[in-house]
Nanobody, 123 residues
Framework: VQLQASGGGLVQAGDSLRLSCAASSRTFSSYGMGWFRQAPGLEREFVSAISGTTGSTNYKGSVKGRFTISRDNAKNTVYLQMNSLKPEDTAVYYC?????????????????WGQGTLVTVSS
């Protein structure tokens, strides 16, 4: 599975961005999809995940209520709508796919990774 993330950019605090991740797989709906982020000097961390078919979701506590993950299985694409962005959301955001379809929260569950897209939030 090849993943291509896009949609990052430079925004001000309080603004919104929508990240997209396009997948190459013919069986996209069989994969759970996740978003992770990595800020400079820090470890990659879980942000959000969505299951393959049921739409079950998980969120990191600090983004709950601000970020919304969704997917369009017909377009082989997962999205991350990010509202009320804060400077601490600044990071490279990665999408990832896990076989089995669960909305997994652990990095080690994910097998396929995109290249990352940079989100910078200025104060």
């Amino acid at each position: 599975v090849q993943l291509q993330a896009s949609g990052g950019g430079l925004v001000q605090a309080g603004d919104s961005l929508r990240l997209s991740c396009a997948a190459s797989s013919r069986t996209f709906s069989s994969y759970g999809m996740g978003w992770f982020r990595q800020a400079p000097g820090l470890e990659r961390e879980f942000v959000s995940a969505i299951s393959g078919t049921t739409g079950s979701t998980n969120y990191k506590g600090s983004v709950k209520g601000r970020f919304t993950i969704s997917r369009d299985n017909a377009k082989n694409t997962v999205y991350l709508q990010m509202n009320s962005l804060k400077p601490e959301d600044t990071a490279v955001y990665y999408c990832a796919a896990t076989p089995g379809g669960a909305a997994a929260v652990f990095l080690r569950s994910y097998v396929y990774w995109g290249q990352g897209t940079l989100v910078t939030v200025s104060s």
